[in-house]
């Protein structure tokens, strides 16, 4: 099965609510208890990031979860807009986003992280996520 790397649009970033588990020398997905994700910009993409953490639309999870793709699971994440966001759109309305947690194992799930927190999702689940995700960076995944 074929695999690629997906680094979604990065909108923005950590709000002042998140809660991060500071014991771990580096930042990983486990490390963050609670999400607070503070939107910047946005360009429509309804998969976005800011590492370690991954949100989607309630649309496009609702799509995963009815298409049984493996390797993932959804939280709430609480949503904000900067000051720049409403200056820059002021008329613009985002849609509902839950917190995507990939936890899926190497090689064997549709979805699952790589070293240095990359999403790395399977030609499967790259089908019916890439009408979500235009502005996505896509390459091919063979790394071990």
Not at 22 to 29: E, I, K, P, V
């Amino acid at each position: 099965m074929r695999y690629f790397q997906v680094q979604p649009e990065v909108a923005g970033g950590f709000g002042p609510h998140t809660i991060l588990d500071t014991s771990a020398n580096r930042l990983a997905h486990h490390a963050v208890q609670t999400l607070h994700y503070v939107f910047d910009g946005w360009l429509g993409d309804e998969i976005i990031g800011s590492t370690p953490c991954l949100l989607v639309t309630q649309r496009l999870a609702d799509s995963i979860k009815r298409h049984g793709l493996t390797g993932v699971n959804f939280d709430q994440v609480e949503i904000s807009r900067s000051t720049l966001f409403d200056e820059m759109y002021p008329d613009r309305e985002l849609p509902p986003f839950v917190w995507m947690k990939v936890d899926g194992t190497k090689w064997a799930a549709d979805l699952f992280l790589a070293e240095a927190e990359r999403l790395v999702v399977s030609e499967r689940a790259w089908e019916l996520m890439k009408a979500f995700a235009t502005n996505a960076i896509v390459s091919d995944f063979t790394a071990c």
